[in-house]
Each structure stands twice: as structure tokens, then as C-alpha cells.
């Protein structure tokens, strides 16, 4: 893309953290009294941009009154996202405005980038200077799932990879991102392509550190809340659909698994609130899996990571934060079962779990509405762990967006949702079954990435017989 050269043109690429660096420059620019356009050759969150120059340039005129610096941001609508203006609206940018700050890259909210040397970045032939970024916050994850279009690296780059930083074996699939990680994707993906197009000099390595933005001291106390009080619908369907093709059968096939019936499904019976009377409601979180009820298994993991991340804030941030841990549910087996795991844990009764999960949301934020976050968390995911939940919470709180989902591998977001208290009058206007993740979901939204397994959840009959 080419313009009429006039202002000075800085092009951000690369991952995990361009937006924040975007910004960063912008406001230290304008405060040397320079008049600074913000905008994309990509895509950008739609946060409060316009959408024609003149408008723009009239509207901070006016709120900038005497101030000789300023910021417009400025891009095409494409409703919660904006994307390139056209090369008549860059041209007549270039009248005005003394610095152009271009988001010319895209990576899906995640700290590391495999780019498409063919088509990206998009960055403007007449660019000043390039900043390459990448995120610290991808430091001590797996590279595939922290790393933007892992799955376009060539047999000879896996193979390199491998042989820099893999050992005893390990295989890059399970390679654990480290600092030096970073660098050598940074100059084999970027630097490397970038130079043969631009002067060296011109070319900035940044590593975003989310610490800098010290929004993570607005959290002083956060509530992690378990959502136990639903009916289990799907479950209790799957459960019907399978007692009912068993009669008179010892054994069933389940995804090429031949199940003892006579064991597993006796069990699964006499777990249901001591004895079943009928197979109308089925409660998953009442059931065995793996030695401990399926609730159990999230909740030993939350008081964990409750610890951890007490220790992690005062370790990295010298910051002391209270984190509560309550469930809210009307069963009276799960209330006693979870006081035996953890005393301190707060017990939030929902009168009417017939609404669906909005009604367990909303008893929450009612019971919390003096903390500065709640963690939403699904009560029946058996296999996400501390560790996760440690560096998701920790990576909302310091993210500059104040609320956050973890996202899975098809880049779908799931709970848990972490949501700013900013937010409580918002969600507490949700219903029926669709949960806060409407709205928390929303961009600007930090997302946390992790792999399928660690948010899967217990729908079906067969999750818990295998």
C-alpha cells in the first residue's frame, strides 16, 4: 500500500500486546503536542473509533481545545471491529495529522505469531518505523497453543525448532515457551523477512510485559464462584437414551469401549443422591468420576490456585490481594461435602435454578458486589487445573481490558469468565441459560487460549462411564 509520504508513519506488528503499544505511543506523542491518527491496515477492536477523517479531526479539535496534541482514532465500520481506510482517506490524513500509528497486523488476542510471509504484515511501503512484538506472557506455555497459526510452520522449521529447544526427546508440540523462544520467532518469522524490505535501523523489537500497565491494582479482592445449582439436562437425556437400549445387557459399547454394566452403571445409580427413583433429573455434579464428585474436582483445584495467585501478586507485583471461593447451588449434599473440602468457603443459595444459569450469575454478583472481579467458573469441568486458572486470573487482572475468557482451540470462547465490577450492572440484566459469556465476550475482551481437554465438560452419560 502506498500513500502520499507527509507524517510520520509507524507500523506495529506482530502479537500480545500491539494494541497497548499502539496506544502508548499515541499518548506520548500527543503529549509533545503532536496530532496523532491511530488506525489499522487489519483489524482493530471498535473502541470509540470514527469513521470519516474531517469528523474526526473536527470533534477532537473541539475537546482538545488549546492543547496543540491530540489523538483521533479512525477506521473503516465493520460494526464491533474496524478495518483500513481507503487510500483517499490516508492521503488526506496525511494533511493533517504529524504521526500515523498503524495496527498492521492481526494474531487473535495471542502472545505469539507464525505470520503468512505472503500476505502479512500489511504494512505501508512509506512506514518510518516498525515495532515487532511479541508477548511475555506466552513465557512458561505450550508454544501450540499460545502461537497464532502454529500449524502453518514447514517440516524444516518444526525440525529447526526442535533441535534449538526441545530435549530428551520432547517434541514441539510439547515445547514450553521461553525467552529465547521468543526471540527466535521474532527473527526468523519478522526481522528476517522485514529487513530484505526495510532499512534495519528502522525495525523495533518490543516484549510486551503486561505488569507495565499496573491496572492489576484496581483488584484488591476477587470472588472465584462455582455455578452448581442447574438441572443437567442434556446429561439426564443421555442418561435415558442409554438405560433404555440396556435391558437384559451385561455389557454396551460406548465410542468402541465395551462397558461392564453391572459395575459402572450400578455405581452411576447408587451415586445419584444415595438412591434413584426415577431418571427425570439426573444431577452430574452428584456423580463419581475418578474417585471424587465431579464438582469436587474444580473446586480442589481453586483452592490451590487460590494461594498460588496470593503469592504470585505479592512475588511479581508486590500487590496483596483477597480471593474468596463460594458455589452457589441448592443441593444440600454439595453444600456439606465442599464445606469438609474448604471451611472457609462462602454458600450462595439460588431459589430458582428452573432460570437457568443467569439465575445462579445474578445470586453471585448480588452476594459479591463489593469485590472489584468475579471468576465464573462451570462446575462439572473435571480436568482444568490450577495451573490454568493461575495464569488466566493473573493475565485478566494485568490485561488493560477488564473482562476475559478462556478461548479454546477452535478459538471459541468458554468459561471461565472473568468479569470487572464495572461490569455486574450489565450482566445482572442477562436470562435464561446463555450465561454471562454474552457479554463478557464482547471486545474488548482479554482471551486466555488453552487446549480442548482442559474445558471439557461433562455432558454426556459416557464422559463419566469412561
Given amino acids: 500500500m502506498k500513500i502520499n509520504k507527509k507524517s510520520k508513519i509507524i507500523s506495529v506488528v506482530g502479537s500480545g500486546g500491539k494494541t497497548t503499544l499502539v496506544y502508548k505511543l499515541a499518548n506520548s506523542y500527543a503529549q509533545k503536542g503532536k496530532r496523532v491518527l491511530i488506525t ?85 511501503e512509506d512506514t518510518d518505523e516498525i515495532y515487532v512484538v511479541s508477548g511475555l506472557a506466552a513465557i512458561g506455555r505450550k508454544l501450540k497453543i499460545v502461537c497464532q497459526r502454529f500449524n502453518i510452520l514447514s517440516n524444516e522449521d518444526r525440525l529447526d525448532i526442535e533441535k534449538n529447544f526441545c ?33 534495519p535501523k528502522k525495525i523495533n523489537i518490543y ?34 437414551e442409554y438405560i433404555s437400549n440396556i435391558q437384559g445387557k451385561s455389557t454396551i459399547d460406548i465410542d468402541g469401549h465395551s462397558v461392564n454394566l453391572s459395575d459402572k452403571l450400578l455405581n452411576l445409580v447408587r451415586s445419584i443422591n444415595g438412591k434413584m427413583q426415577s431418571v427425570d433429573f439426573i444431577n452430574k455434579l452428584n456423580l463419581y468420576y475418578k474417585g471424587s464428585l465431579v464438582y469436587e474436582h474444580l473446586l480442589k483445584e481453586l483452592i490451590v490456585s487460590r494461594e498460588q495467585l496470593i503469592k504470585l501478586f505479592k512475588k511479581e507485583c508486590n500487590h496483596n490481594i483477597n480471593i474468596s ?16 473440602l474448604y471451611k472457609k ?30 471468576v465464573f467458573f462451570n462446575s462439572d469441568y473435571v480436568n482444568l487445573k490450577s495451573r490454568e486458572i493461575v495464569n488466566f486470573v493473573y493475565h485478566c487482572a494485568l490485561s488493560n481490558n477488564l473482562k476475559g475468557m478462556m ?47 482442559s474445558v471439557k465438560d461433562i455432558d454426556d452419560i459416557k464422559d463419566i462411564l469412561l
Avoid: W
Wanted: hydrophobic share 35%.
Fill in 345 to 374: 468457603i462462602d454458600i450462595i443459595d439460588n431459589n430458582h435454578p428452573e432460570d437457568g444459569i443467569s439465575a445462579s450469575i445474578k445470586e453471585a454478583i448480588k452476594y459479591y458486589k463489593n469485590y472489584d472481579a468475579i
Fill in 40 to 124: 489499522t491496515t487489519t483489524h482493530m477492536t471498535n473502541d470509540g473509533f470514527y469513521y470519516d477523517i474531517d469528523e474526526a479531526i473536527r470533534k477532537e479539535n473541539n475537546k482538545s481545545k488549546n492543547k496543540s496534541g491530540f489523538i483521533c482514532k479512525v477506521g473503516s465500520n465493520l460494526g464491533d471491529k474496524v478495518c483500513a481506510l481507503s487510500k483517499e482517506e490516508l492521503d488526506k490524513a496525511k494533511e493533517v495529522f504529524d504521526i500515523i500509528i498503524v495496527e498492521a497486523d492481526g494474531s487473535r488476542c495471542m502472545p505469539v505469531k507464525i505470520p503468512n510471509i505472503e500476505k502479512e504484515p500489511v504494512i505501508l
Fill in 407 to 453: 478461548c479454546n482451540e477452535e478459538l471459541e470462547a468458554v468459561t471461565p469468565a472473568f468479569a470487572s465490577s464495572k461490569f455486574f450492572d450489565e450482566i445482572l440484566g442477562i436470562s435464561g441459560d446463555k450465561g454471562a459469556g454474552k457479554i463478557i465476550g464482547k471486545q474488548p475482551c482479554y482471551l486466555y487460549h488453552i487446549d480442548d481437554n
Fill in 325 to 340: 471461593i463460594g458455589i452457589v447451588t441448592g443441593y444440600k449434599n454439595i453444600i456439606s461435602s465442599s464445606r469438609k
Fill in 207 to 240: 516484549f510486551a510485559d503486561m505488569k507495565e500497565g499496573k491496572i492489576y491494582k484496581n483488584y484488591k479482592k476477587i470472588a472465584f464462584v462455582m455455578l452448581a445449582s442447574g438441572f443437567s439436562k442434556r446429561f439426564t437425556k443421555s442418561c435415558k
Fill in 167 to 199: 530435549k530428551n526427546g520432547e517434541s514441539i508440540d510439547e515445547l514450553i515457551v521461553t525467552k529465547e523462544i521468543l526471540e527466535y520467532i521474532l527473527n526468523k518469522f519478522y526481522l528476517e523477512p522485514l529487513s530484505k524490505r526495510y532499512n
